[in-house]
């Protein structure tokens, strides 16, 4: 975890989340790039007027990012951790897509809204765009305002129908070994036993976890699969959610569910979203 990419649009939302990551990587030195993406409209578009607003916009944005830094001074005045800032005309999620492959990004931190401030799906518009757009890193998402605490139990979702190897399973490990956290792996219960492939997935993936303190949960399907997984985080009072965001994977079958749509499955704890290509 050497480069860590947060955006932020100042709000106090945003830098509990980067408070939060640097609590969390405080055992190695990384590199937090800090970046707002500020992109104007106006429908007088070529005109003074526009050129004004971009030029107020852009002003803005690095004097925003200028508090940020010394807002940072102010509270790790020791840390081990370097801080850049980066302010980027366009779009949030296009600029995101090409600041993490020019830093050679590791892991995108934000934070989420959730559905108090935001009718959304699943989590907070942006959050669910970057997880759904961002396929070269992992996506750690933070509720808002989340006070830190070392997390202890960590819960990784699977349906087993994929392969696992070292570099995906690099985020969960990293922390987890950082932590001495135990990590929970979580199953829906949707058939009777495990087909063949399923049984070689999970003897791989067990065989990654022997460093660890780990345990397997099969859970009830309830009305949802949202529905399943919030019972059991709140059950064992898990501090951090996994998942691996694969193509047509688990995950964004549950982001589809209308009754997510509806109740917005406002998370109180953060969630790692691990892409692949697979």
Same mark, same amino acid.
């Given at each position: 975890?050497?480069? !860590?990419?947060?955006?932020?649009?100042?709000?106090?939302?945003?830098?509990?989340?980067?408070?939060?990551?640097?609590? *969390?990587?405080?055992?190695?030195?990384?590199?937090?790039?800090?970046?707002?993406? /500020?992109?104007?409209? #106006? &429908?007088?578009?070529? #005109?003074?007027?526009?050129?004004?607003?971009?030029?107020?916009?852009?002003?803005?944005?690095?004097?925003?990012?200028? =508090?940020?830094?010394?807002?940072?001074?102010?509270?790790?005045?020791? #840390?081990?951790? #370097?801080?850049?800032?980066?302010?980027?005309?366009?779009?949030?999620?296009?600029?995101?897509?090409?600041?993490?492959?020019?830093?050679?990004?590791?892991?995108?931190?934000?934070?989420?809204?959730?559905?108090?401030?935001?009718?959304?799906?699943?989590?907070?518009?942006?959050?669910?765009?970057?997880?759904?757009?961002? @396929? %070269?890193?992992?996506?750690?998402?933070?509720? @808002?305002?989340?006070?830190?605490?070392? &997390?202890?139990?960590?819960?990784?979702?699977?349906?087993?129908?994929?392969? /696992?190897?070292?570099?995906?399973?690099?985020?969960?490990?990293?922390?987890?070994? =950082? /932590?001495?956290?135990?990590?929970?792996?979580?199953? !829906?219960?949707?058939?009777?036993?495990?087909?063949?492939? %399923?049984? $070689?997935?999970?003897?791989?993936? *067990?065989?990654?976890?022997?460093?660890?303190?780990? @345990?397997?949960?099969?859970? &009830?399907?309830?009305?949802? $699969?949202?529905?399943?997984? %919030?019972?059991? *985080?709140?059950? *064992?009072?898990?501090?951090?959610?996994?998942?691996?965001?694969?193509?047509?994977?688990?995950? @964004?079958?549950?982001?589809?569910?209308?009754?997510?749509?509806?109740?917005?499955?406002?998370?109180?704890?953060?969630?790692?979203?691990? &892409?692949?290509?697979?």
């Amino acid at each position: 975890m050497e480069n !860590i990419l947060m955006p932020t649009d100042f709000s106090n939302n945003a830098y509990s989340a980067l408070f939060y990551a640097v609590k *969390l990587l405080k055992g190695q030195a990384s590199n937090f790039h800090l970046l707002n993406a /500020y992109d104007e409209y #106006t &429908p007088l578009r070529g #005109t003074l007027v526009e050129k004004n607003r971009a030029n107020q916009l852009k002003a803005e944005s690095i004097d925003g990012l200028q =508090q940020i830094m010394h807002r940072i001074k102010l509270d790790f005045p020791k #840390t081990k951790h #370097t801080f850049r800032s980066i302010s980027h005309h366009g779009a949030l999620i296009p600029v995101l897509i090409e600041e993490v492959e020019a830093r050679q990004i590791d892991l995108v931190v934000m934070g989420n809204s959730g559905c108090s401030e935001v009718e959304a799906i699943f989590l907070g518009s942006n959050a669910l765009d970057t997880i759904s757009s961002i @396929k %070269q890193c992992p996506v750690l998402t933070i509720p @808002k305002e989340l006070d830190f605490k070392p &997390p202890k139990e960590i819960a990784f979702v699977t349906d087993y129908h994929h392969s /696992y190897d070292a570099e995906l399973l690099q985020p969960l490990l990293f922390i987890a070994k =950082q /932590y001495r956290a135990k990590i929970s792996l979580m199953h !829906i219960h949707e058939e009777e036993v495990l087909d063949e492939t %399923q049984e $070689k997935n999970k003897s791989v993936l *067990l065989k990654y976890l022997l460093p660890f303190e780990y @345990k397997i949960y099969w859970m &009830p399907l309830f009305k949802t $699969k949202a529905n399943s997984i %919030q019972t059991f *985080l709140d059950e *064992l009072d898990i501090d951090i959610l996994t998942m691996v965001n694969y193509e047509h994977s688990f995950l @964004k079958k549950v982001s589809r569910e209308p009754v997510v749509k509806r109740m917005a499955f406002d998370l109180d704890i953060p969630f790692l979203i691990i &892409p692949t290509n697979d």
